[in-house]
């Protein structure tokens, strides 16, 4: 298949960019969503002598056009376990700053464990965060991470630093109100005179960079357009594995295999063919393209490299966001429960991409409603090699069937039934085309 003339022969579509994930440029993915808000909390460095300042370090991005005021406080022990005095100096009153919109930048709250306090570890360190979302705000940063920033308004070493930091986890019960980190403090004591402690705040990203990544970006809109569009039918799909593994592995959800096949097909369809098979579909429109623009407009060599490699590298959550959208409607002509309207899946496909990005706890039915559901239904259009056989994809996610099936409950179970029904509908169809297993001999559900 040749390069879609289709789309690029069409009336342009204006450039439209997005708000790059600049939290995740700094923690590698941590963070707790607070809608209009995220943010990623941690302590650094994470032990301590006695008079010796350490910091809790605040990431904060704003996700919406309107400006954000927020009002910070912290909170510390008084007594530690064994109930001797804590003492332990903090900023004074509440710290008050507001965000620009689309603004991210660091709070740092620096606290001093000081005499009596004896050495101890995990002393815990509870930030309070308060805001009020303004009236009419839109939510202009897709939630839960993205592209990287090709420009930060900080300085390299500034920046490692940050990285260094190691941001706390968080589950999806938790106050995002207070968040809690904790710091140890050591068998040492400095005689230094050490300063009343004060907050900082420090800019990392404003709209000024928005204009520079739209500046960036638009010269390369055609030449990506060529990219993304000239690949044979499930290129992508290799690629798109190895990375779906990786990814689901490091966010604690580790895959069968049969999983990991039928979410990446699903992923290379969105990519390598629903732009030429799905009449909606247009390209530029979608997040993994925009992004792949300003991508490639930051690192202009990335264009000689492998396309399907930059693709999974670069742009996987955009990738994986627009498949899970994609999915929705393709499944629901093939399923008999009601997979809810427009605005229940963009919320949905939110939270997928919320808990990738590192807040909150993995669900079963992220894997397979609708990823791997859709996977099996669209498998026959992503086939990226005439060695392939498609039994291979029915016996693993049957596999995965027996292994998860124990622990599915509730609204997952009804996951499950839709999986066996559309499981036997594709080993029907394979059948009907008389295709043999590799090996020959016979399995069922």
């Known amino acids: 298949m040749g390069i879609n003339t289709r789309k690029i022969d069409k009336a342009r579509v204006p450039f439209q960019p997005i708000y790059p994930d600049v939290l995740g440029a700094i923690t590698g993915g941590p963070r707790i969503n607070m809608d209009a808000l995220e943010v990623a909390v941690g302590m650094y460095p994470r032990q301590a002598f006695l008079n010796q300042p350490v910091e809790v370090v605040l990431a904060l991005q704003n996700m919406v056009d309107q400006p954000i005021t927020l009002k910070i406080a912290v909170r510390v022990p008084t007594t530690d376990r064994k109930g001797n005095i804590v003492v332990i100096d903090t900023p004074k009153g509440q710290v008050s700053i507001t965000l620009r919109p689309g603004e991210a930048g660091v709070l740092r709250l620096p606290i001093i464990a000081k005499p009596p306090t004896q050495p101890g570890k995990d002393f815990p360190v509870r930030v309070a965060i308060r805001y009020r979302a303004p009236p009419n705000a839109r939510q202009i940063r897709p939630p839960g991470g993205g592209i990287r920033p090709s420009v930060l308004s900080v300085s390299p070493f500034k920046l490692q630093v940050l990285r260094e930091v190691e941001y706390a986890a968080h589950k999806w019960n938790e106050s995002t109100d207070i968040l809690t980190v904790y710091f140890d403090v050591m068998p040492k004591r400095l005689d230094i005179k050490t300063e009343e402690p004060k907050a900082r705040y420090e800019t990392l990203w404003t709209t000024d960079e928005m204009e520079h990544e739209t500046r960036q970006a638009v010269p390369f809109v055609p030449a990506v357009l060529e990219l993304a569009t000239s690949a044979q039918f499930g290129s992508v799909y290799p690629a798109l594995y190895e990375a779906v593994v990786e990814r689901f592995a490091a966010r604690d959800m580790p895959l069968h295999p049969g999983e990991a096949m039928a979410i990446a097909k699903m992923m290379a369809y969105t990519v390598d063919v629903a732009p030429l098979r799905e009449p909606d579909v247009i390209v530029e429109e979608t997040r993994w393209f925009r992004g792949l623009c300003q991508v490639i407009g930051g690192d202009e060599a990335l264009l000689e490299c492998d396309r399907n490699e930059v693709i999974s590298h670069n742009v996987f959550e955009g990738v994986l966001y627009e498949a899970v959208l994609m999915a929705f409607p393709i499944l629901q002509q093939r399923v008999k429960e009601n997979l809810g309207n427009m605005e229940e899946r963009i919320s949905y496909a939110n939270r997928i991409m919320t808990w990738f990005s590192g807040h909150g706890e993995g669900d079963l039915s992220y894997i397979y409603l609708p990823l791997v559901l859709c996977g099996l239904v669209m498998s026959p259009h992503v086939r990226h090699t005439n060695m392939e056989n498609p039994w291979e994809l029915a016996d693993e996610l049957e596999h995965a069937y027996h292994g998860r099936l124990r622990l599915a409950s509730g609204t997952t179970g009804v996951v499950f039934d839709m999986l066996y ?25």
Do not use: V
């Open 421 to 445: 029904d559309l499981l036997e509908e594709y080993k029907r169809g394979l059948r009907y085309q008389r295709i043999d297993r590799p090996g020959g001999g016979h399995r069922s559900l």
